[in-house]
């Protein structure tokens, strides 16, 4: 997987203590995201992480649940730049705990939801989407907290997967619901946060219209080339990244 940004080398010219934390952040950062996924016989994964700084307050994962089941979330903390990478490495840092329970996606949004509160920072949030996907049973289970409805795409049409969620580190007690989908072969499910529609939304149809389009317009690609596609397309757009864009996509095989 090619890595979000240049990788943190050594300078010959001696750094300023504020270059010197981002630098760190930058290394910590991008030592938290996933490796490569090991090749499964049905199912694809690729994700890319684009921060509009050095480091950013986007995030995801990936990572297998028991025998048959992968689970994956990406996240979006309120904020830009170092602050907010710090609060999305608490958030990261809790869920890695969390996903290893089992429970299904909207219990686990629960408890990040009511530890996040707890260990309150004033000003931060958290949006957050959580999926299992039952490989065996070929289902998607979805729990959301305020990320953009993922889009998913069958046969060359695009539905959202409509639940909405109030932001994780807000509100407590706070209720979270759950949709379960039943996944085909061909099925291509792409988790984004707002930073990618915000870049990508011209106004013709909406950042969701477009990124059905282009789904559509690329019905064999693997996984990987659909992502590496998605990224050129955003380096192309005369509009600058002013928010962290971040996505995730599955393709069921």
Not at 120 to 148: E, S, T
């Amino acid at each position: 997987m090619p890595r979000p940004w240049p990788s943190a080398r050594r300078s010959k010219r001696k750094l300023s203590p504020d270059e010197y934390q981002l630098r760190i952040a930058r290394i910590v950062q991008e030592g938290l995201l996933p490796p490569p996924l090991t090749s499964l016989p049905d199912l694809e994964v690729a994700a890319r992480f684009l921060p509009s700084r050095g480091v950013g307050g986007d995030f995801y994962d990936y990572f297998p649940i028991g025998p048959s089941s992968l689970g994956a979330y990406v996240g979006d903390v309120q904020g830009k730049g170092l602050e907010a990478a710090m609060y999305a490495l608490l958030v990261s840092g809790l869920m890695r705990g969390l996903n290893k329970t089992g429970n299904d996606p909207s219990a686990v949004i629960d408890a990040l939801n009511r530890r996040l509160c707890f260990r309150n920072v004033p000003g931060k949030f958290c949006c957050l989407g959580y999926a299992v996907i039952d490989r065996a049973a070929r289902q998607l289970f979805f729990a959301n907290a305020g990320l953009p409805f993922p889009l998913l795409q069958r046969n060359g049409a695009s539905e959202p997967v409509r639940l909405t969620g109030s932001p994780v580190g807000l509100f407590d007690p706070c209720q979270f619901d759950q949709v379960t989908t039943p996944l085909l072969p061909g099925d291509r499910i792409l988790f984004y946060t707002d930073g990618l529609g915000d870049v990508l939304d011209h106004g013709r149809g909406g950042a969701e219209a477009y990124l059905a389009a282009y789904l559509a317009s690329q019905p064999n690609a693997s996984a990987t080339a659909l992502a590496d596609g998605l990224v050129r397309r955003v380096a192309r757009r005369p509009r600058p990244l002013l928010d962290d864009a971040t996505f995730l996509l599955l393709r069921i095989l």
